[in-house]
């Protein structure tokens, strides 16, 4: 089993920035990717960022040049740096990991942004 925990959401303005972190416990060997998905009020879960074992990492478009992934493997953590943050981020964020083709989540954390 792998656990997730997740911190750093909160209420910030339109333009302003937060740090999201996602601690992962348990039997974390073998966790292919790790990433953040989010769902606003009405709207579906949609992935927001990943990044693999490997190195590699995958953002949807609405993010680009505004939000980084980074992994710490010592600390078994995944951070989601958000910049430039609008009303259209405001959802619920949910840390995942994959593990043997199965889904890990987090509680998930709050992101609102005001305008």
């Known amino acids: 089993q792998v656990q997730l925990v997740e911190s750093g959401g909160g209420l910030v303005q339109a333009g302003g920035s937060l740090r999201l972190s996602c601690a992962a416990s348990?039997?974390?060997?073998?966790?292919?990717?790790m990433g953040w998905y989010r769902q606003g009020p009405g709207k579906p879960r949609e992935l927001v960022a990943s990044s693999t074992s490997g190195g590699s990492t995958n953002y949807a478009d609405s993010v680009k040049g505004r939000f980084t992934i980074s992994r710490d493997n010592a600390k078994n953590t995944v951070y989601l740096q958000m910049n430039s943050l609008t009303p259209e981020d405001t959802a619920v964020y949910y840390c995942n990991a994959q593990k043997l083709f199965r889904d890990y989540w987090g509680q998930g954390t709050q992101v609102t942004v005001s305008s």
């Open positions: 348990g039997t974390i060997f073998g966790i292919n990717a």
